[in-house]
């Protein structure tokens, strides 16, 4: 699982299970983040990679 936020108030940019890069993802929100409104382009995003494990059941 992908999750791209945003540095400034942590808004999910992106969650999702395909890599996507940062421009492409900059670019759905036109390249600004829709709740604090700050430039994403400039400010580094953190992405946070999970790893998701399936449960056995035994
Ligand atoms: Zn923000």
Excluded: Q
Aim: charged residues 30%; glycine residues 10%; contains cysteine.
């Amino acid at each position: 699982m992908y999750v791209i936020k945003c540095d400034s108030c942590g808004f999910v940019l992106y969650k999702g299970a395909d890599p996507k890069t940062v421009e492409a993802v900059l670019r759905l929100w036109g390249g600004v983040c829709p709740k604090c409104m700050s430039p994403l382009e400039r400010r580094p995003i953190k992405i946070a990679v999970g790893l998701l494990k399936e449960r056995k059941a035994g």
